[in-house]
């Protein structure tokens, strides 16, 4: 059994053991293998779950995957749950599965009926690449970056509150575009923008979760969001890549150069390598085919080139002459290549192929269809074996010619005679047959070199779509750079005009009322309130502040209550002018928390936009005033208490007969 690098991990064999994967407590038998040790358990659905999610396993594998899920639904949720590294594999094929026994069998897997040892046989089977990965994910990932908190009632500073959210959201997805940026890998962005900056941000990645740098998180303002996009249904896709039959080209020396190129003249891969040895290089070949014939650019051959045709008992090709330079650039123009030694090594493999080119056409024209072309080139080419040989071979026909005796000849019937015209009419046509395919070939040709001619325009073509989405990211992202300036420039307008306003009030707290000689430390600024509401409060506050020692005026005094009271007494301003009547409630805290309340008219003041001024003699006779007001009305709170108490005592005393 071939042992692959999914044994450098562990693989996980289940099967149901007990109960229906439909209901609610199915037991699976678990086989875990490394490739050397074997684990056997019996586990609940809830344990096996844990258990690949703790361990991540290279592999699920198992004879059915509706074992693991009832439904397609119910498979695709437990597909989005496995580990990134994990993978799902059918061991018993695609969407129409073979009996798990004759799998194993064709494959020298021990096997017997019970579910422990199903479990075993799959997990062996999966270590060896046999099965389907079944995939309901496809290699699209998308990363969402959204808010981590809601930005719902927030009190008085809702709006600072939902700008900072905003604005973590944008800073957060600019540092996972530059991930991405950096991990050179490709992506869309799809943004919404709010208050402040942006709502969320998404991007689709052309990578698997795995390959990004970029992982879920959920931190304060933001959360990060990873999920694979979801194909429209399950795909299966064979754990062995298939390899082909190869054309393959050696450049030995200090620095070894191997190309690779299929049995249809298309250069499939070429590597070079200043420290790989013999095995690194054919496990290299290995990886992308099976060699057919393996061919240098000097003759004679190599002593390494040779060495490796023999390990892969292929057939050898050698020029007659060493290859020129310019002929090797010539033939390897229209092909990439890193150094002068992949160059030759792709030289020698496509001269190969093309001598070869008629042998394999003439190979694969008597290959009926429902075989393989390429094992039959190998025996020929290499083996140097009769096509109909290999195809009697390979379709189990008995080829042996019977004996004949010997015996005279004898004259022909009239059957034998018509017989023989026909074969030599068969013969006729197919010499027109062989004319014809000349000519079909001639044509292929030239409908090869028009592919080809297609096939330079759809990559110009390509390179263009990839320059203007290009174009379009830059200048998406140059939009937005655009519009950030354009908010910048709104700030600075807004702190510009803020400016001005302070200065203006500067130049009024510096100088003289018109109608008044005081000198210029006689002013005090005066802060201006529309509406004693709480809303009204809280704007004043975002727009100019309000702290302790401020005189603040009310244009309007009467709406106030108990709670509005209670937020400006924790302002604790020096005085409060207001015009209008102000609520008892309101008049009652402020007067419980020795907040100063005045009528506007006390107190000359002159405004400038949303600031003022007024007379510091004037507010302090406001203030005397109130605190005189107040002492009387401490006082008669005082009286008002003791006749109450005394009232209470004489109402509580018995009445004497």
């Known amino acids: 059994m071939n042992r692959t690098a999914a044994l450098d991990a562990v693989v996980f064999g289940v099967d149901i053991q007990s109960g229906d994967v439909r209901g609610d407590a199915p037991s699976y038998a678990l086989v875990v293998f490394d490739g050397e040790s074997i684990e056997r358990d019996v586990v609940s659905r809830r344990k096996l779950r844990r258990r690949i999610e703790a361990e991540e396993p290279a592999m699920v594998a198992t004879d059915n995957m509706y074992e693991l899920a009832a439904d397609k639904d119910q498979l695709v949720h437990f597909l989005g749950q496995l580990p990134d590294e994990t993978r799902l594999v059918q061991v018993t094929g695609d969407e129409q599965p073979e009996p798990l026994s004759r799998v194993a069998k064709r494959h020298g897997v021990p096997y017997g009926k019970k579910p422990m040892q199903e479990a075993e046989a799959a997990a062996r089977l999966a270590a060896a690449n046999v099965g389907q990965e079944v995939s309901a994910f496809t290699d699209t990932t998308e990363v969402k970056v959204a808010r981590g908190r809601s930005t719902g009632k927030g009190g008085w500073s809702e709006d600072r509150y939902t700008r900072r959210i905003h604005g973590s959201v944008k800073t957060h997805s600019r540092e996972v575009e530059s991930a991405l940026e950096e991990a050179g890998l490709e992506y869309d962005r799809e943004v919404t923008e709010k208050y402040g900056g942006f709502s969320n941000a998404v991007f689709r990645v052309q990578a698997r979760p795995q390959d990004i740098p970029v992982s879920r998180n959920r931190s304060g303002d933001t959360r990060v969001e990873i999920e694979r996009v979801r ?259 709104e700030k600075r307008e807004e702190l510009s005009d803020k400016l001005e306003r302070l200065k203006s009030l500067w130049k009024l707290d510096h100088s003289n009322f018109a109608d008044v000689s005081e000198k210029q430390e006689g002013l005090v600024p005066v802060k201006v309130v529309e509406q004693f509401t709480r809303s009204d409060i809280e704007n004043a506050d975002e727009r100019f502040g309000l702290a302790p020692d401020d005189v603040i005026m009310f244009r309007d005094a009467s709406g106030a209550g108990r709670s509005t009271a209670e937020l400006l007494a924790e302002i604790d301003p020096r005085i409060v002018l207001r015009s209008g009547n102000l609520s008892d409630a309101a008049d009652e805290v402020l007067f419980d928390h020795r907040v100063p309340v005045a009528p506007a008219e006390l107190v000359t003041v002159q405004e400038v936009d949303e600031l003022a001024v007024a007379r510091e003699r004037e507010v302090e006779a406001a203030v005397a005033d109130w605190e005189d007001r107040a002492e009387d009305r401490k006082r008669e709170r005082n009286a008002e208490m003791v006749d109450q108490i005394i009232s209470e005592h004489r109402a509580d005393r018995p009445v004497e007969d």
């Open 231 to 489: 194909r429209d249904g399950i795909e299966f896709r064979p754990l062995a890549k298939r390899r082909d039959h190869v054309v393959v080209g050696v450049d030995p020396g200090t620095t070894t150069a191997v190309a690779i190129v299929g049995l249809d003249g298309e250069v499939l891969d070429v590597y070079s390598s200043r420290t790989d040895d013999a095995a690194a290089t054919t496990e290299w070949i290995i990886e992308r085919g099976r060699p057919v014939v393996v061919a240098a650019d000097v003759t004679p051959m190599p002593n390494t080139v040779e060495k490796l045709r023999r390990s892969f008992n292929a057939a050898g090709w050698t020029p007659d002459r060493d290859l020129p330079v310019d002929e090797k650039k010539h033939r390897t123009r229209e092909e990439g290549y890193d150094n002068d030694h992949e160059r030759d090594a792709m030289a020698a493999a496509l001269y190969a192929y093309e001598d070869h080119e008629d042998q394999f056409d003439r190979i694969a024209s008597k290959v009926p269809p429902q075989e393989e072309v390429g094992p039959v080139v190998a025996r020929v080419v290499a083996g140097e074996e009769s096509v109909e040989a290999v195809l009697s071979d390979i379709t189990g026909e008995d080829d042996d010619e019977e004996e004949t005796a010997t015996h005279e000849p004898r004259e022909l019937t009239e059957e034998e005679e018509e017989i023989r015209r026909l074969e030599s009419r068969i013969d006729r046509l197919e010499s027109h047959v062989e004319d014809l395919k000349s000519t079909i070939q001639r044509k292929d040709d030239q409908l090869e070199e028009k592919d080809k001619q297609l096939e330079k325009a759809r990559s110009e073509g390509r390179r263009e779509v990839r320059k203007d989405r290009e174009v379009t990211r830059l200048q998406r992202r140059n939009d937005a750079l655009e519009r950030d300036l354009e908010a910048e420039r």
